[in-house]
């Protein structure tokens, strides 16, 4: 993997899309360039600034990813990314969040929160950054820091039972090289929530993918289909005549084990791949549904708008027509001399 520089990292970051993959590729570099931290996050911020309402979001997940991952090796991305978090949100709440990006930020920040990662004050910031209405009322911001953390400390002591469902985490060790260093990666929840819709390209590039899939490996069911009957049939063992034929048989059949064994995973994976396809097509769908509907609507409150201003051209063209020819009127000055400028009036 290349080495870190700022026009690396934007381009890493515009080519970021939502799926864990690629989010946890990038999550990955940044951290291996932990030592360039400070550079890392101010280009994170000023290319979130710039991104779309859809993809700020995702450069959220990131941000989660990296600063969960990193909190073993060094605090360095915490609290650097701590230092931008209220600016963002203020910034994310000025551009619009729906209730959907809305309630995805809040759960990652209440798992920041169970986890740690910020005190509760540092999280009430920034709760209050991305919607004032989230402020604590006066009373309760009286009660002293010594208490807000006893109730911290009382909510980590209860039974894991009773927190199963907010704290349960999705984890799953992916071990990367990069540049020639093995690193583990632990997927941290929260992740791309169901539903989000894929980018056009990501779709294209999965749809792709299946077309060199193990169902379409036409040369792997041939060799299938032409292993010889003794393989898959035991009553046909009673045939052999002795154990040259026996041991001939046995590599046969251990390798259509080998055989069978590869493409079944090989098949159980393009499972895998469908599924997924299918729910990103089902979303990618219904996105696009949403977006006719928003389309129609829009098309419709301009249609009103074009046929009000379409009256007004019409009024306005009806009233030059109905204003006097200025050319055809009399000369009223009847020959007589100009009226004196102001100039002429106040000299002396």
């Given at each position: 993997m290349a080495g870190f520089t700022e026009n690396a990292l934007v381009r890493k970051l515009q080519d970021l899309n939502s799926s864990q993959q690629s989010i946890q590729t990038l999550s990955l570099w940044l951290i291996h360039h932990r030592k360039h931290h400070a550079a890392v996050v101010k280009t994170w911020f000023k290319e979130l600034l710039k991104a779309k309402d859809s993809k700020q979001l995702t450069f959220m997940y990131l941000a989660n990813d990296v600063i969960q991952n990193s909190k073993k090796k060094g605090p360095e991305y915490g609290k650097e990314f701590g230092e931008v978090l209220v600016p963002t949100f203020q910034h994310m709440a000025k551009t619009g969040i729906n209730a959907k990006t809305k309630q995805s930020l809040h759960r990652i920040l209440s798992i920041w929160q169970e986890r740690g990662v910020y005190d509760a004050d540092k999280i009430q910031e920034f709760k209050e950054a991305m919607d004032p209405n989230d402020a604590i009322p006066n009373q309760a911001t009286k009660r002293k820091t010594s208490e807000v953390k006893e109730e911290v400390k009382e909510t980590e002591k209860k039974p894991k039972l009773e927190n199963k469902e907010k704290r349960e985490r999705r984890k799953s060790e992916t071990k990367v090289e990069i540049d020639g260093h093995v690193e583990t990666h632990v997927t941290l929840s929260p992740k791309t929530p169901p539903g989000d819709p894929p980018e056009p390209e990501e779709l294209i590039k999965a749809l792709l993918e299946l077309e060199s899939s193990a169902s379409s490996d036409e040369a792997?069911?041939?060799?299938?289909?032409?292993?010889?009957?003794?393989?898959?049939?035991?009553?046909?063992?009673?045939?052999?005549?002795?154990?040259?034929?026996?041991?001939?048989?046995?590599?046969?059949?251990?390798?259509?084990?080998?055989?069978?064994?590869?493409?079944?995973?090989?098949?159980?994976?393009?499972?895998?791949?469908?599924?997924?396809?299918?729910?990103?097509?089902?979303?990618?769908?219904?996105?696009?549904?949403?977006?006719?509907?928003?389309?129609?609507?829009?098309?419709?409150?301009?249609?009103?708008?074009?046929?009000?201003?379409?009256?007004?051209?019409?009024?306005?063209?009806?009233?030059?027509?109905?204003?006097?020819?200025?050319?055809?009127?009399?000369?009223?000055?009847?020959?007589?001399?100009?009226?004196?400028?102001?100039?002429?009036?106040?000299?002396?």
């Open positions: 792997v069911r041939e060799r299938i289909a032409s292993l010889p009957p003794e393989v898959s049939e035991v009553q046909l063992l009673s045939k052999l005549a002795d154990k040259e034929a026996a041991l001939s048989l046995s590599t046969v059949v251990n390798s259509a084990v080998e055989l069978l064994a590869e493409y079944n995973l090989r098949l159980s994976e393009e499972l895998e791949k469908r599924r997924r396809v299918a729910g990103m097509l089902r979303d990618f769908a219904q996105a696009q549904r949403d977006l006719a509907k928003q389309a129609e609507a829009r098309l419709e409150e301009y249609n009103i708008k074009l046929q009000k201003i379409y009256a007004v051209k019409a009024e306005v063209k009806s009233h030059i027509d109905n204003l006097p020819d200025v050319s055809r009127l009399p000369d009223v000055t009847g020959g007589l001399a100009p009226l004196p400028s102001a100039g002429d009036l106040f000299s002396i």
